[in-house]
């Protein structure tokens, strides 16, 4: 195939901007699907991502397309995420490419993510079409949205497309200006083979289905193939490409050419993200760069309901981090719910989504526990431990100083809410760095704040000062000095792990109580009386009670000497003192999740 008549190119733009319609209206257009089609965004294959409305994973697939100049044309395809807490999964399609289509808003106009995905397109040096979608909404605002374009990304008003990816309008011309502004791919088709892997999913019946971007030479069915960084060795099963929605098997892939192959490759941790493949016969010198591995910023431990499935979810997590590769986990053994893992996620949306993909797809029933950050802890005796859960806090006689995650968050916003916003990120410890107008009813804010501030709820509030209208995007800036307490619940006198917390000292007592009130709320009544305390140390700060269920144990006496009923009451009142003692404590997977949002 000639590499004159190949464009490699993303789709990028903040949630909701419209990526996966314009993806959907590209397909219809080059002929991958018919027109009569009935359903909306095809790339996203995941049940998860249709009902929520939200790309969560990159999808790729290969369109033909004869342009205006008559020539037929190849056009790879990666429809990416939007959301701040899928940024790997965008760095990871834009370093297969060679240019990328920013999508805005016509009525919302330029938000956090488009600014980091604009900056992340640059960094890879990547050629960009801006194109304002959405222009047949009744409020779009067209004129605005352009003078945000050129004077914070740079663009010239002549650069900039219209479209509407509903309507279908303006879609051809994003097309033609792809072939024209985007070029072809590099490399040389004569050196060794050097191929990118970006992306990997796991068939049962195939084994691991591995992504490739082929940078030079090309590869053949068939060929004995070594991956550089872990050294395994296999041979090609099958070679293809994803094009009009479906696996086509080929004969080779050339230099320039996207596509997938299988090795029979049965244990996913043999695969790597961002490792490059070459020829055992006639390998490359080096590797290519990869990828930059981000590192989790929120920690959690995931347990099964039924301990017996233990052996199952690691399986599957296997299995998923193949296609999630943000997402990382390890064992760990908790004195509640017994064996499971401690995971890290990039965000807290990203939390759940892994959540509900090992529910859904695996059929396993779990356990989440209180979501934590990663400190960092200078013992007295000069070193340091990386404390990812609150029982591995060292005592506090051999701690000299606990430092504390912060981002550098990134705020657009109505100017009608900045006094509003600025007093929420306030009261949550940030300092305010820098502002900057973008047009006329619009301001970018930067502060810089503590991670455990914003991970749970910051998201929602936001929304809410802003009717709706605001943005974040945040990147994570360095370690600072801080004071955190650990917070512990205890019921009837034991300490429940799942329920500690990592606590900054001026928020540990409001923690408690609306803690222990929240708790009071959810967990359902026992046979027996539930005391509810939270402490630091040895010292409460909070408690509750929880009455037990009553059993009228009298109700069949009647009449008679009162030394019946007395005698009654009293076996009851061992009863439940036994049962106090040595019941358990039942609490529902709503109680852990409701105790997030805190």
Known sequence: MDKERIRNFSIIAHIDHGKSTLSDRILEITGAVDKRHTGQQLLDDMDLEKERGITIKASMVRLSYRARDGKDYVLNLIDTPGHVDFTYEVSKSLSACEGAVLVIDAAQGIEAQTVANYYLAKENNLAIIPVINKIDLANADIPRVKRQIEEVLGFKEEEILLASAKEGEGVEEILERIIKVIPPPAGQSEAPLKALVFDCRFDTFKGVVVFVRIMDGRIERNTQIRLMHSGKVYKIEELGVFKDLKYFIVDNLFCGEVGYLTANIRDPREVIIGDTITDVKNPCREPLAGFRRLKPLVFCGIYPVNPADFPALRDAMDKLRLSDASFVFEPENSQSFGLGFRCGFLGLLHMEIVQERLEREYDLNLILTVPNVMYKVKKKDGTFAEVDTPLKLPLPQDIQEILEPYVSLLLIIPLDSIEQVCELCKGRRG???????????????????????????????????????????????????TEIVKLDILFNNVVCDAFSFLVHKDKVLAKAQNLVSKLKDLIPRQLFEVNIQAAVGKRILAAEKIRPLAKHVTGKCYGGDITRKRKLWQIQKEGKKRLKKFGKVEIPQEAFLEVLKI
């Open 431 to 481: 300092v305010f760095k820098s502002s900057e107008y973008l047009g006329e009813d619009r301001i970018k804010l930067i502060f810089e704040i503590p991670l455990s501030e914003i991970i749970v709820d910051f998201c929602d509030r936001l929304k809410s000062l802003t009717k709706g209208y605001g943005s974040l995007d945040y990147e994570f800036k360095g370690y600072q000095p």
